[in-house]
């Protein structure tokens, strides 16, 4: 991306710098200058993690977020039947458990989902990515008459008289159920190898009906597909009783989340401006985790310290404003990451992360809007040369499992600027 190919850096810059309190032998300054500006970068790895996304919504600054689950059943027992001719289906239901204190990101206005059966095989051995969204059949499972479904994930169903956890419980069609109960007994239903059941029957997608079109109101949402209750439950009855049999999902299950973000719907101009303009980062940055964007930073002119009659450094601390109000709904992310560039020029670990994760921060400060991460020991890497000045990427936290976002005040905002804080040792 040609960001900075325009803006060559004096070979000064960094020297003339107007030290601040000396105390103690150490000099504290916050003028080094900053380059900053906005990316999209590739979609991160979304399988085989704690939490899945299923939902819409719409961000008046972000555009929208749009994301779906695909994941494997897998039979509860093996050799499942007898086959018996007079097995009927009542109903078969999809049932996924909220993440319990953390339903989500944004509103519970209702939404509408489309499910899907899977085309391809998943593999467990395979890594799949937000952009990676399977081959599924044409036709739409979902059973009934509702376009949408109420979004309760702060209180239990009641089913036979047990309260179970917050779940969304989508009905899938009959005719799914009873194709399933033609099997009782035979090969398909043996075990859940590929050449048994999940070649027959190689999982599900789960999308929302349609991507938001008012902001504010709908969501983005957290499920546990772990939770013993995320599962595709098939009610049936015989000549003689009344039945049930789970199909569940768990450690073994292949699952991940799918999302894209159109940055394109944005209904303030900033964002899509800054991505066309990398010099507006100068003013605003923004984050938004599963892979929608990171920040990216460089620092013109750090070699020059070496030679400025400075000691050591003690501390480097990069101190990030929160640009605006933070609205309730949309809570800036927990931490920001950050990472340096390695000689290919991908994202590498700081050795400050590498020697002692807590002492880095990053985390989110709400009482005074900002994050804060030290850096000291990859920043006087850099100065004494033993690090390339390449700069520095910002990453949020809990990126393949949120949708969290942040809007950082960029080195020149008007209001409150990012800077970086350096204490330097003059004995």
């Not at 107007?18 to 990316?39: F, H, K, Y």
């Not at 938001?212 to 009783?241: C, G, I, M, R």
């Not at 969290?404 to 003059?426: C, H, K, Q, S, Y």
């Amino acid at each position: 991306m040609a960001v900075v190919a325009c803006r060559k850096p004096e070979e000064d810059i960094g020297l003339d710098l107007l030290p601040g309190e000396d105390v103690l032998g150490s000099v504290v300054m916050d003028t080094t200058r900053i380059l900053a500006w906005t990316t999209e970068p590739q979609t991160v790895r979304t399988s085989a993690l704690t939490r899945n996304l299923l939902g819409t919504l719409l961000d008046p600054d972000f555009g929208t977020v749009t994301t779906g689950m695909a994941f494997q059943v897998r039979l509860s027992s093996s050799n499942v039947g007898p086959y018996d001719a007079t097995n009927v289906c009542d109903s078969l239901v999809l049932s996924l458990a909220y993440e319990i204190g953390n339903y989500g990101y944004g509103d519970r206005h209702e939404q509408g989902f489309h499910v899907f059966r899977l085309a391809e095989d998943l593999s467990t051995d395979s890594t799949y990515r937000a952009d990676d969204v399977p081959l599924s059949l044409w036709g739409d499972l979902v059973g009934g008459t509702r376009n949408s479904f109420p979004i309760e994930p702060l209180q239990g169903p009641v089913i036979a008289g047990d309260t179970l956890v917050p779940q969304l419980r989508l009905p899938l069609k009959k005719e799914l159920g009873n194709e399933l109960l033609s099997h009782w007994g035979g090969d398909e239903l043996v075990d859940n190898g590929l050449e048994h059941f999940l070649g027959y029957f190689k999982g599900l997608l789960v999308v929302p009906r349609a991507e938001a079109e008012v902001p504010y109101q709908q969501a983005v949402l957290h499920f546990n597909l772990l939770n013993p209750q995320s599962k595709l439950t098939l009610y049936y009855h015989n000549a003689e009783d009344t039945l049930q049999y789970d199909l569940v999902i768990n450690t073994s299950s292949v699952r991940y989340t799918v999302g894209k973000s159109d940055h394109t719907k944005a209904l303030r101009p900033q964002l899509p401006a800054a991505l066309a303009d990398s010099t507006l980062g100068q003013q605003r940055v923004y984050l938004q985790a599963l892979g929608g964007l990171k920040g990216e930073l460089r620092f013109p002119g750090l070699e020059n310290y070496r030679h400025s009659g400075m000691g050591a450094l003690a501390k480097a601390e990069l101190i990030m404003p929160v640009d605006g109000d933070v609205f309730p709904l949309y809570p800036p992310p927990g931490q920001i990451f950050v990472f340096r560039k390695d000689a290919e020029g991908n994202d590498a670990v700081i050795p400050d992360q590498q020697v002692s994760g807590n002492q880095v921060g990053g985390l989110y400060d709400a009482d005074n809007k900002e994050y804060r991460l030290v850096i000291t020991q990859w920043l006087q890497g850099v100065i004494s040369g033993e690090y390339p000045n390449t700069g520095l990427s910002l990453v949020p936290g809990s990126n393949g499992v949120s949708v969290n976002r942040v809007i950082l005040a960029g080195p020149e905002n008007p209001v409150d600027r990012m800077r970086l804080r350096l204490t330097f040792t003059t004995y």
